[in-house]
């Protein structure tokens, strides 16, 4: 039986009422993670308040070997 351990990342969704990711940061930390061999399982966006993205919460998984 296959066993996985997992993995949050919280990304701030910057500015007044937030909703703004930086790319590219956000990108080097994902592809930072797929080096350490965590396979992205899902991503979703986390409201603060009136319906505005605060955080970004990305889901990753990967085997124990």
Same mark, same amino acid.
């Given at each position: 039986?296959?066993? /996985?351990?997992? $993995?949050?990342? /919280?990304? *701030? @969704?910057?500015? =007044? /009422?937030?909703? $703004?990711? *930086?790319?590219?940061?956000f990108?080097? *930390?994902?592809?930072e993670? +797929?080096?350490? +061999?965590?396979?992205? =399982?899902?991503? =979703? @966006? @986390?409201a603060?308040?009136? +319906?505005?993205?605060?955080?970004? =919460?990305?889901? /990753? $998984?990967r $085997?124990?070997q």
């Amino acid at each position: 039986m296959e066993k /996985f351990e997992y $993995k949050t990342l /919280f990304t *701030d @969704a910057k500015g =007044v /009422f937030g909703g $703004k990711v *930086d790319q590219h940061s956000f990108q080097n *930390d994902l592809n930072e993670l +797929g080096l350490q +061999g965590w396979e992205l =399982v899902n991503t =979703v @966006a @986390a409201a603060q308040s009136y +319906g505005s993205t605060r955080w970004i =919460v990305s889901i /990753f $998984k990967r $085997k124990i070997q």
